[in-house]
Nanobody, 126 residues
Framework: QVQLVESGGGLVQAGDSLRLSCAAS????????MAWFRQFPGKERELAVA????????YSAASVKGRFTISRDNNKNTVYLQMNSLKPEDAAVYYC???????????????????WGQGTQVTVSS
């Protein structure tokens, strides 16, 4: 069974940076497309960034483009989310997600992702 464990969340000030990590176990990490979703209170999870299984392709939602960067280290079975220039509106629970690799390496539909982490809270004070 694939397990994803996020870490790195916390409280930061607006303009600060934060890096989240997601460590995977129990599967072949290099065969998964990976993504970071975020969930605001009372809202559905939304896709923030995604990366293809070999790391060659990346997607960023308009709301985070130029500020957030996803990367992965297939040797360490870990995916990262580097968040720069954080804004109060970025405050959310951030989830790591995985799906089997495909040509469509990203999807805004959370149901396309079979595996999820437990989430990590990011709070941004103004």
């Amino acid at each position: 069974q694939v397990q994803l464990v996020e870490s790195g969340g916390g409280l930061v000030q607006a303009g600060d940076s934060l890096r989240l990590s997601c460590a995977a176990s129990g599967g072949t990490f290099g065969s998964f497309d990976m993504a970071w979703f975020r969930q605001f209170p009372g809202k559905e999870r939304e896709l923030a960034v995604a990366i293809s299984s070999n790391g060659g392709r990346r997607y960023s939602a308009a709301s985070v483009k130029g500020r957030f960067t996803i990367s992965r280290d297939n040797n360490k079975n870990t995916v990262y989310l580097q968040m720069n220039s954080l804004k109060p509106e970025d405050a959310a629970v951030y989830y790591c997600a995985a799906k089997d690799s495909s040509d469509r390496y990203w999807s805004t539909d959370s149901y396309q992702y079979a595996y999820w982490g437990q989430g990590t809270q990011v709070t941004v004070s103004s």
